[in-house]
């Protein structure tokens, strides 16, 4: 469609975690395909050059670049780095997240500070560098992957998960009206339960350990639309709120969940 034709975007945590679609790569596909030049950015290169190579595959132009988003300096540099060869960031996707699954008990000081560190502090210090050139040319987007369980419990223990997606959506809410006179426009994606690589990793032992697909039926059965998430579901969303078609939509969340959270459908009882 081409509506983002000429911005240049970058999407942090844009490789995925294994075969398959994360959100990071389906949202830089997308918006490669609306003609945004995409940085994909993430920790593991390989990842972020798989999706590139799917970028490029499609007519797409863009890069990829490893960086530590736990790593304010290397995170700035990175950016700064965007900055000087494209000379403007158009819209910065912040698509991370950690978190330690189980009783809240376990999740020590420390765990709490590398999970806020990489799910809400990474967040402040992109915006930080990217805001000033947004500031001077007076437009720009920034969008960032909460969650569901930063708006409700959804029926495991994921506290420090849950608790910084909450904050997320609330400093994207305070960014948002602090930027609005220079042109600049904040808000959230909100996805329920999608079905990416992800959750064989971080989720599965919460759903009784029974196997990947009995897992996945559970979660499916959680929805009222009686189906996960695809992370093109949710990049749709990104693309629409990156768009002009959203020039009056920021400092709000958009939900993608399926209903999920207008039920009180827990795994055991779905």
Not at 32 to 48: N, T
């Amino acid at each position: 469609m081409g509506e983002l034709r000429d911005r240049v975007a970058v999407v942090l945590g844009g490789g995925s975690i294994g075969p398959g679609w994360g959100i990071g790569k389906a949202v830089s596909v997308a918006f490669a395909r609306a003609g945004a030049h995409v940085v994909v950015a993430d920790r593991d290169l390989s990842a972020a050059q798989e999706t590139l190579d799917l970028i490029i595959a499609d007519g797409g132009t863009g890069s990829a670049v490893a960086v530590d988003v736990a790593d304010d300096v290397a995170l700035g540099a990175c950016l700064e780095a965007v900055l000087a060869e494209q000379g403007r960031v158009d819209i910065l996707y912040f698509n991370v997240g950690i978190g330690k699954a189980g009783p809240s008990m376990d999740t020590s000081a420390a765990d709490w500070r590398r999970i806020s560190d990489a799910n809400l502090t990474a967040l402040h210090v992109a915006a930080t560098k990217v805001l000033p050139a947004m500031r001077a040319q007076g437009s720009g987007v920034i969008l960032a992957t909460s969650s569901i369980a930063g708006m409700r419990e959804v029926g495991y223990p994921h506290l420090a998960y849950g608790a910084t997606k909450a904050a997320l959506i609330h400093y994207l809410r305070l960014l948002a009206v602090e930027n609005a006179p220079f042109g600049i426009r904040a808000n959230t994606v909100v996805p329920g339960l999608i079905d990416t690589p992800r959750i064989e990793k971080t989720v599965a032992s919460s759903y009784g350990g029974a196997g990947l697909e009995a897992m996945k039926a559970a979660r499916a059965a959680q929805c009222p639309l009686g189906r996960m998430g695809t992370a093109f579901d949710v990049a749709e969303a990104a693309l629409f709120l990156a768009s002009d078609r959203a020039s009056y939509i920021t400092g709000t969340e958009l939900l993608v969940d399926g209903g999920l959270a207008a039920t009180t459908r827990r795994p055991e009882s779905a």
